[in-house]
């Protein structure tokens, strides 16, 4: 079943689906024409190879994935989109957890810069898995989600919202995977942090290589609460992020953080905008890369000061190691300054593995290969470290496996 | 036993030549002083025989119990047992010394279980803070922790032969006991064979060469017993070819011409 807007009109609230559909499917996709998309290979979308998925699957995802982290105030299965599974433990629910799906209606104009993408999403999707944590609550497990896509060609539009009352404190998990199928994720995340509250918002995304996943998250931190967004993005032929972090209360603050590995042809991009617009919020970015073989990665970032943004500090940082001569990374940070009171800073490198740190760890009788894995694991750990426990190490053993099979390994050992 | 034997050593970095025929043998349990004028090639000589990447030999062999260095790849040379104190060690953000350690281990199948123990025995022997040991290899040590640093890593892997690159500066007088005891020790406990590279007599008053050698201009132009450090500590490099003037308090001013800068400057950049 191809894209349309009849198509659309299966879904839940298919008759209000239509108009949204018919204009999303008009429009023209995005091109790597538009600076919001430059260098990323967009404009190679072909939305007619893709059939939505207008029915909701049976559970997919196999029983190991969800044993997965010990612990937990619920776990959330999504497959192909379509929450199938809520499962929320008495004891977080008493403590005033809510996990229940929304009413569907159109909210991709609550987007900036919506584009045809974002309309398709809104049109195509099932509905928000919707995650409340009532004020003053404090929740130590997690809230895991397991994101899982299957079938070929299959075209998913995932929704989430998560909102943490204030003074409340919650940790978010989501682990994305797929088969090696080719197929196309189109999700948005929104994250609403109350007053005082604290949200830990972390996302393993380790899809098939075949996979397209085009992902937005917008955030709105409320007065003195704080938010920690990271995200591992691994898998996927082209995966794409564009993160929102509006800081919106007094006082408010967040850490966006992102380890990211490429290898063969993948491209990882990421967007990512500090809206400080209101006083003394503060910021911190720090995302790392490792390219190797073809793969690239573009990071374009905005801090954007308002002008009743005094009192802000913000940072923002990208660092990429290439491993090979044909990887590549675009590493674009900006600064859009409003206030005059404010600290701001922006660092950003594209390098191969340092030369003299390698001759180190030679010079200590340390293998080629084992030297390599030893720096760039080290070149994460800064990251890494704000990550949760039970991720590191499977983003570990990602960072080794991936080093284990790219090409620099091969050049290096040779 | 063992016998490091370096013949009619001839190196070159961007086409220029460093090391005009450098001949030396170190064995076990020896302390061999090089000294020299700045960008005599002190440093060029330990980075080619650990085989740095950027130096092209040109001529000559280096031999560790007959087994062909320059043939090997740096990381091999260090498991056939040389190992390179460095002069200025290098920040490798996130790897942990134990991690180094354990991948060199792993390397050559040598048995690890108690490298906790004993890189804590060896950072007590010379007062290493073991608050050190969590950091990453290097980050946000001062000079000094960093050449204790290096002499731990010489007391675990426990080499045939070390190369001591200016491993006196940064170091305080007492650290500077502390390490060279530390050294002086591994020629006795383990036969080890020592190559100190050092612009200063400094060193040399608490690690005692059994000779000294003054490189000028890429060759050895003399070698001596101990007494011949106590010599240049009188009259300086000036009769090799160097530009210093004769050492006053182990420091030298600046020559005409020759910024501040110039003094650290790396002779290869």
Redesign the interface.
């Known amino acids: 079943m191809s894209f349309s807007p009849e198509t659309a009109a299966q879904l839940p609230a298919g008759a209000r689906r239509l108009d949204l559909a018919t204009t999303a499917l008009d429009a023209p996709l995005p091109s790597d024409s538009a600076e919001e998309w430059r260098y990323s290979p967009v404009t190679r979308l072909d939305l007619d190879r893709y059939s939505p998925q207008l029915h909701p699957p049976g559970p997919q995802v196999p029983e190991s994935e969800l044993a997965k982290g010990c612990g937990a105030s619920a776990i959330v299965q999504i497959d192909n989109g379509w929450v199938t599974s809520i499962a929320v433990t008495a004891g977080a629910k008493a403590s005033g957890l809510e996990i229940s799906l929304a009413d569907w209606s159109d909210t991709s104009g609550d987007l900036a810069d919506s584009n045809s993408l974002d309309q398709l999403h809104s049109a195509f999707t099932p509905g928000a898995l919707t995650i409340s944590l009532v004020a003053n609550a404090v929740l130590t497990d997690p809230v895991r989600i397991l994101s899982s896509q299957t079938g070929s060609d299959v075209a998913s539009f995932p929704f989430i919202q998560v909102s943490v009352g204030d003074g409340a404190e919650l940790s978010v998990i989501e682990r994305q995977i797929s088969g090696e199928d080719p197929g196309l994720t189109i999700s948005r995340v929104h994250l609403t942090v109350g007053a005082n509250a604290t949200l830990h918002h972390s996302t393993l995304q380790s899809v098939g290589s075949m996979h397209w996943h085009l992902a937005r998250h917008t955030t709105s931190v409320g007065e003195g609460a704080h938010l920690r967004a990271a995200i591992a993005s691994f898998g996927g032929s082209y995966a794409r992020l564009r993160t929102d972090a509006d800081l919106v209360g007094r006082g408010a603050s967040g850490e966006l953080l992102a380890v990211y590995f490429g290898d063969a042809d993948q491209v990882h991009d990421f967007r990512t905008f500090q809206h400080h617009s209101a006083r003394n919020t503060q910021s911190d970015l720090v995302f790392k890369g490792t390219l190797d073989d073809r793969a690239g990665s573009i990071y374009t970032g905005m801090v954007q000061i308002h002008p009743n943004g005094a009192g802000t500090l913000a940072n923002q940082t990208n660092h990429n190691i290439k491993l090979s001569d044909e990887a590549w990374a675009w590493s674009v940070p900006n600064l859009e300054i409003e206030n005059n009171d404010v600290r701001c800073s922006h660092a950003s490198t594209v390098s191969p593995v ?4 390698r ?10 290969v ?2 390599d894995k ?2 760039v ?6 990251v890494l470290d704000r990550f949760p426990v039970e991720l590191r190490d499977e983003i570990s053993a990602l960072v080794s496996a991936k080093l284990d099979t790219g090409s620099s390994s091969r050049a290096v050992a040779s | 036993m063992s016998e490091l034997i370096i013949t009619g050593l001839r190196a070159s970095v961007g086409g220029t030549e460093i090391l005009r025929g450098v001949d030396l043998t170190i064995r076990s349990g020896e302390v061999h002083a090089i000294m020299g004028p700045n960008g005599a090639g002190k440093s060029t000589l330990s980075h080619v025989l ?1 085989g ?2 950027g130096y092209e030999v040109t001529a000559g062999s280096v031999k560790l119990d007959g087994v062909d260095l320059l043939a090997m ?3 091999q040379r ?2 056939a047992g040389l ?2 104190g ?1 002069q200025y ?7 942990s010394l134990l ?3 354990n ?2 281990f ?3 199948q040598r048995l690890s279980d108690d490298m906790v123990a004993s890189i804590r025995h060896e950072a007590e022997r010379i007062g290493f803070d073991e608050k050190f040991l969590q950091r ?2 290097n980050v946000d040590l001062s000079g000094g922790e960093k050449k204790r640093n290096e002499t731990l ?1 010489l007391g675990v ?1 426990r080499p045939k032969i070390a190369i001591l690159d200016e491993l006196d500066s940064g170091l305080d007088v007492d650290a500077l006991r502390m390490v060279s005891q530390r050294i002086e020790a591994a020629t006795e406990e383990d036969n080890l064979g020592v190559l100190v590279i050092t612009h200063y007599s400094r060193l040399l008053e608490e690690l005692r060469p059994d000779r000294v050698h003054v490189l000028a201009k890429g060759q050895i132009v003399k070698s001596g017993g101990a007494e011949l450090a106590d010599e240049l500590e009188e009259t300086g490099y000036a009769a090799y070819g160097g530009n210093d003037e004769p050492l006053v308090d182990g420091k030298r001013s600046l020559q005409d011409g020759e910024t501040f800068a110039d003094m650290f400057a790396d002779p290869l950049a």
């Open positions: 340092d030369a003299d740190q001759f180190y760890l030679h010079a200590r009788g340390v293998p080629p084992e030297a030893l720096i694991a080290g070149f994460f750990r800064e | 650990l740095k990447p790849e740096t990381w260090a498991q190992f390179l460095m060690p290098t920040e490798v953000p996130g790897v991690d180094m350690l991948a060199s792993a390397a050559n990453p290899l890593q892997l």
